[in-house]
C-alpha cells in the first residue's frame, strides 16, 4: 500500500516523539506520521528503576499521549528501506511512504561484548521494549547473586537499584580505575563508589569480564586475575552503539564517531532527511571532535532543533555541540557534571584552572534534611570562561548542575559567576552569602 505524508519519523522514543511534536508546532498544517519498530516502549533513564523505586515495571510505560493530543498519526511497523531518489520509505510490511520531509530517530542497540558465554541464559543486554525489559526484570529478581558489568551512569543506577530488592547480593565491575569515568573526576567518582559500598555493593574497578561460566545458563563468571565469583543473572550495562544500517544502506554519511553524520540543524547531506537522537552523530561543545554521548535529554534538545528546521531555518535553533551534562541518583546521593572534566581538558591540552567549593544545601545547615554539597568548576585560565563543572550532595545538585550547563553553554566568565544573582530560602538553596556556585568561582578566580 503506498502512503503519502509530508513528515514521516522513523522511531518512536524520545527523539520521535518530540521532533513530531515540535513540528506540528511549528508547522501545524503538515501531516506528520511516527513509524515505531516497538510497539510498546518504555521512558530509557527510567529503566534502571523497574527493579526496585517503581511499585509497577509498567510505570515505566513511554505512552503516545503527546502524540494523539497532536492529532499526529502512529504507525508501529519497522522501517527496512529508504529511496532517497523517490522519496519513499518502505516498511516491514510492505508499505511505502511517500514523505517530503524525513526524521531518522531509529536509537541505539547495546553494546556486543566479545566474552566467552555472553549467550548464556541469564545474560540480560538492555533493550527499550516493554515487554523484554518486564520479563527481563522478572527473573533478576527471581535470582540472588546479580552481577552489572559497566561503571556508568546506568550500571551504578542497576546497582543501587537492585541492591534494595531483600536478600540480594550484587556486584559491579568496571574495566575503568574509577566508576563513572568518562563523566567525573576521581574525588567524584569516589563518592559514587564508597555510597554503592556501604550499601553491600560489591565493587571491582580496574577489572573485567573475561568470561561467563555454565553450562547452558550464567553459573559464574571469572574476571581478569583468575578470581571467580557465583552468579545468577548479569545485567550488560555498558553503552550503546549507535543503529545506522538503515542510513548507510541508503547511501547518507557516517562521521568518525559512528553515528549518522548531521550539520548544525540536524541535516543530513540529504537536506529531506534529517538525524536526531541515539543514531546522530555528536560532536563536542568544546573541541568539536566526535562524542558519544547517548542520552535522552541530548536527543530531546537535538529533535527540537530538527522539527522547527524541517522547512526554514531557525537560527536561534542551532546545534552548537553537545556539553555532555548528566546527572545520577545513588540512594539519596545526587551527582552532576557538565562539559569537560579536569582529567579531558587537560588531555585536550586547555591551560585551566579549578575552583572548589563545599557547603550546605540549606541555611542553616542544622535545617532538617539539609545535605552536604560540593562543587568543582573548571575555567580557562586566560579567558576565565567556564568549561566545566561537577556537584554532588543533596535532590538540589539535579538543578544546579542544570544551571552550570547554562553557564557553559553561554560561555560565562568566572566574574559573572561571582555575580551571580539567585533566588534563596532557607529550605531550597544553600545561603546568599555561602552559594556554593559562587564560592568555586571565586576560590579558581584567585588562581588566576
Known sequence: MEKRVDVLVVGGGPAGIISAVTAKKYYPEKKIIVMKS?????????????????????????????????????????????????????DSDDNKYFYDKLILAVGSSPIKLPIPGIEKEGVYPIYKDMNYLKNSVEKVKKTKNVLIIGGGFIGVEFADEISKIQGSNV??????????????????????????????????????????????????????????????????????????????????????????????????????????????????FYTRKDAPVLLASTATAEARI?????????????????????????????????????????????????????????????????????????????????MGGQVSGGMSCGEMINLIGVAIQKRMSDIELDTLQMATHPYLTSAPTMYPIVLASQDASSKM
Open 38 to 90: 516497538v510497539a510498546d516502549g518504555c521512558i530509557p533513564c527510567g529503566i534502571p528503576y523497574m527493579f526496585s523505586s517503581l511499585k509497577n515495571p509498567d510505570e515505566n510505560r513511554l505512552g503516545n499521549a503527546s502524540l494523539e493530543k497532536n492529532n499526529i498519526d502512529i504507525v508501529a511497523s519497522e522501517a527496512k528501506k529508504i529511496d532517497r531518489k523517490n522519496k519513499t520509505v518502505e
Open 171 to 284: 556486584y559491579l565491575v568496571e574495566m575503568f580505575p574509577n566508576l563513572l569515568n568518562n563523566s567525573f573526576d576521581s574525588e567524584f567518582s569516589s563518592i559514587a563508589e564508597e555510597k554503592l559500598r556501604s550499601k553491600g555493593v560489591n565493587v571491582f574497578t580496574n577489572t573485567r569480564v573475561e568470561e561467563i561460566l555454565g553450562r547452558d545458563k550464567v553459573e559464574k563468571v571469572r574476571l581478569s586475575g583468575g578470581k571467580e565469583i557465583t552468579v545468577d543473572s548479569i545485567i550488560l550495562g555498558v553503552g550503546a552503539v549507535p543503529n545506522i544500517k538503515l542510513a548507510v544502506d541508503a547511501g547518507l554519511d557516517i562521521g568518525k564517531g559512528k553515528g549518522i553524520w548531521v550539520d548544525e540543524y540536524m541535516r543530513t547531506v540529504d537536506p529531506d532527511i534529517f538525524a536526531v537522537g541515539d543514531c546522530a552523530g555528536k560532536r563536542d
Open 306 to 386: 530538527a522539527g522547527a528546521n524541517l522547512y526554514k531555518l531557525k537560527v536561534v535553533r542551532e546545534n552548537k555541540g553537545t556539553i555532555a551534562i548528566y546527572s545520577t541518583y545513588i540512594d539519596g546521593l545526587v551527582l552532576g557534571s557538565a562539559g569537560l572534566t579536569e582529567n579531558n581538558a587537560k588531555k585536550e591540552g586547555f591551560e585551566i584552572v579549578t575552583g572548589n567549593a563545599e557547603g550546605m544545601d540549606k541555611h542553616p545547615g542544622t535545617l532538617p534534611n539539609a545535605s552536604k554539597i560540593k562543587v568543582k568548576l573548571i575555567f580557562s585560565k586566560q579567558s576565565g570562561i567556564i
